[in-house]
Structure formats: structure tokens, C-alpha cells
């Protein structure tokens, strides 16, 4: 196929991508924010938080992606205690919105947006003794468009149903009385059916489903400041073991595999954050993460929970 086949190919790349940010934010500060909304709360109240994320991201696909996204997630936490600690839960909505440029080594130029929406639900059991397991379970549409110059000019819009699934495990060791250490190892698995689209004149893309894999491992360090303030830091390791976009070309010569971009690699993240609990009602949290290899740039989170 032809070299420039591989561009409308790449914005599954960039939608799936963005699907994974949101489950990022989920897994990292939605999980945080949901545990903070019902500490302290009694047993078995519902608390609302709310946490977003703006990620500026290059992704190595065998050529690249420039992707700008912001998600979000509302959650309602409710917590459950049993014989070896607690039990947290929380149904969540979740929303993200992106744009994104794909450039092949030939120099042809792509872009479009996406946008999706979707619910699910977190667990998370963490023992008293620091051990904790969590998982979680969501689902939605994901709408992209892609436009290039490309044969004169090309454009489509396609919708595909998404599934993700999360599952983690790790332990927060109390270091002294202002410090603890939590590592963890969380396997994510994120699926984005096919769509059939119509690019110009009588040609045809037949994308498949693009699934995601991947591991990530971690530790994050959190020092209590003072009784209202803490103050975090984190390094993980992750690797992609699919992340590959495949597609059938027809045209009216016939039809043929386009180029596959994948994203099957390993990325080094680091984070810091701040979260302040100003009053018994209301809490903030601001992080900021960093990530290199074959997921390069810098994303943003803020964190808000409230309780009545």
C-alpha cells in the first residue's frame, strides 16, 4: 500500500491514547480523590469528587502523533468497612476531549479531533496492615474526525464503541510519622472497536479493533508537610504490549493492509504533586507528570472533592 495509507490510520493511534490518559487519571488521582472524598466520612455516606487532566503528548508510532487531550471524571465514593480495613467504591462518568496532528517521515500532515464519553466503576480494598488491590471496569464511545491533503484532500468521521479494565495491586509502608512509601504494579487493558469508513472518492478504510496492554510498575513517595498539607513524588516503568492500529484500504483497484502504526514500547513516567485539605468539607489536589521513551511529554491533574 501506499506509504500515505498509514495516515488516516494514525488517529486511531491518538484515540486510543486518549482513552488511556483517562484511565490514567482514574487509576491515579481518581483513586486518590475518591479515598480522600470518604476518609474521615462515616461509613457507608456517598462523597463526590471530581478530577481532571490536561496532557500534552508525542507519541513514537513508528512515525508521530502530537496529541493535546483533557479528561475528566465525577465520581461518587462510598466506603465500607470490613475485617481486614476498607472497602472503597465508586460508580464514575467519565468525559475526555482531544485534537491531535500526525505527521508521516514523508511529511504528510493529518489532523482532527476526538472526544468520548463513557461510565464504569472502581474497587479498591485496602487492608489495614497497607496491602490494598483495586480494579476497575468501564465503558463508552469514542467519535474521532481526520482530515489531510492527502490525494487532494481526504476526510472521515467514525464512532467506535470502547471497554477498558484495570487491575492493580501494591502496599504503602509507613517510613515514620510524616513519610510513606507506596509501590505497585497495575496491569491496563483498553479495547476500541473497529469502524468502516469512506475517505474521498470510492475508497475505503476498514479499521480494525486497536487494543491496548500494559504494565506499569511504581513507587511514589508522599511526605506529610503538616497536618493540612503533603507533598508526593513518583517514578514508574511502563510497557505497551500492543497499541497496534491495523486497517483494510479499498479502493477501486483493489484493496490492501495500510502501514500499522503501533505504540508496543516502554515509558518512563515521573510525578510530583501537592494536595491540600483546607476544611472538613473540601479538598484540593495539583499534580504534575512527565513522561519519556515511546510516550514523550507532560501532562496536568487537578483533583476536588467536596462533602455535605
Do not use: C
Amino acid at each position: 500500500a501506499d506509504a500515505d495509507a498509514k495516515s488516516p490510520v494514525e488517529t486511531q493511534s491518538a484515540a486510543l491514547t486518549m482513552l488511556n490518559l483517562g484511565h490514567d487519571l482514574l487509576t491515579t488521582a481518581g483513586y486518590e480523590n475518591a479515598a480522600l472524598a470518604v476518609d474521615g466520612e462515616e461509613e457507608g455516606s456517598v462523597n463526590p469528587f471530581i478530577t481532571m487532566s490536561a496532557n500534552n503528548q508525542k507519541l513514537d508510532t513508528g512515525s508521530h502523533v502530537d496529541l493535546k487531550a483533557w479528561n475528566m471524571n465525577l465520581g461518587f465514593a462510598k466506603k465500607i468497612n470490613n475485617n481486614s480495613g476498607k472497602l472503597l467504591i465508586a460508580p464514575v462518568i467519565e468525559y475526555g476531549r482531544g485534537s491531535y496532528d500526525s505527521y508521516l517521515d514523508n511529511g504528510t500532515h493529518g489532523d482532527g479531533d476526538a472526544h468520548f464519553w463513557g461510565a464504569g466503576l472502581m474497587a479498591k480494598q485496602l487492608n489495614d496492615d497497607g496491602l490494598y488491590y483495586e480494579g476497575s471496569l468501564r465503558a463508552g464511545r469514542m467519535s474521532t474526525d481526520y482530515q489531510s491533503a492527502v490525494a487532494g484532500g481526504i476526510k472521515y468521521d467514525s464512532d467506535a464503541t470502547y471497554y477498558a479494565a484495570h487491575l492493580g495491586m501494591g502496599k504503602v509502608v509507613q517510613l515514620n510519622d510524616k513519610d510513606t512509601l507506596d509501590y505497585y504494579g497495575k496491569l491496563f487493558y483498553t479495547r476500541q472497536q473497529g469502524d468502516k469508513v469512506t475517505v474521498g472518492t470510492g475508497a475505503t478504510y476498514d479499521f480494525d479493533a486497536t487494543t491496548s496492554l500494559r504494565t506499569r510498575l511504581g513507587a511514589r513517595y508522599t511526605h506529610q508537610l503538616s497536618e493540612k498539607n503533603a507533598f508526593y513524588a513518583g517514578l514508574a516503568w511502563q510497557h505497551e504490549f500492543d497499541g497496534e492500529s491495523n486497517a483494510i484500504v479499498a479502493t477501486t483497484l483493489g484493496s490492501a493492509s495500510a502501514p500499522a502504526p503501533s505504540m508496543k514500547g516502554d515509558t518512563g513516567i515521573m510525578e510530583l504533586g501537592w494536595r491540600v485539605n483546607n476544611s472538613d468539607k473540601f479538598e484540593l489536589g495539583l499534580g504534575v507528570n512527565g513522561s519519556v521513551g515511546k510516550q514523550k511529554g507532560v501532562g496536568f491533574n487537578l483533583s476536588l472533592n467536596f462533602s455535605f
